[in-house]
């Protein structure tokens, strides 16, 4: 195996449904703003497919052209009604202890945007040396990059493709919508059933690297 590009490793993670724990905030969100736009948006479908950008999925509820204005009306609404909701996914903090043993770095690397990513994390409890949002897919490559990151975990099969874009090794955890099949014909090196499982993977990797 290759050493880490730097002495200890740097660590990339997704948010949403990787770390956090989104759901109950995004459907009191989407509630708020179907109040308002007299829009009747399916909640339990949107955080089904949760993963790409905002505006994707507001595109199959609105007409393009109003698509922006409700994006940035939904990101006011989401900072009053989904931070507060905001709780870690099962085993987070752990898989992010597991990267600070080995004096490793961690950076989040999200579609959500990056205000919002840092407030839900502060919410949750998870410091990350930097957060990088509104990329997905192939555009998180780019931050892996600039960030050298060696490792990113995701749950989304636009994940994978960031991780294979950026030169990372590709860990998928089957905690979001993407099966572990989509997430191995996306790229994905490793596939985890849960994000526990993570930290003695990780250690186990940091062994054979040394």
């Known amino acids: 195996m290759p050493s880490w590009k730097a002495s200890a490793p740097v660590v990339g993670f997704d948010l949403d ?3 956090l724990d989104a759901r109950a905030g995004i459907r009191a969100t989407l509630a708020a703003l179907s109040g308002e736009t007299g829009v009747a948006v399916d909640a339990d479908l ?11 999925e507001l595109a199959h509820w609105f007409p393009a052209a109003d698509v922006p204005a ?17 709780v870690p996914m099962p085993d987070a903090r752990a898989a992010v202890d597991a990267v600070r043993r080995l004096a490793g770095r961690v950076v989040v690397v999200t579609a959500k945007s990056t205000a919002l990513a840092r407030a839900s994390l502060d919410r949750i409890g998870i ?3 930097a957060v990088e949002g509104a990329l997905f897919a192939r555009t998180k490559g780019a931050a892996l990059l600039t960030h050298r990151v060696d490792v990113f975990v995701g749950d989304h099969v636009g994940d994978m493709i960031g991780a294979r874009e950026g030169g990372a090794l590709a860990v998928g955890v089957t905690t979001g919508p993407c099966s572990a099949g989509e997430l191995r014909t996306a790229g994905a090196d490793v596939v985890l059933a849960r994000l526990g499982e993570f930290p003695p993977w990780l250690l186990g990797e940091a062994a054979r690297r040394r």
């Open 17 to 19: 449904l990787t770390l």
């Open 46 to 56: 949107v955080v089904s497919r949760l993963g790409p950008p905002l505006e994707t």
């Open 127 to 129: 410091a990350a040396d």
């Open 70 to 86: 409700i994006a940035a009306r939904y990101r006011e609404l989401s900072a009053v009604h989904a931070v507060p909701a905001s």
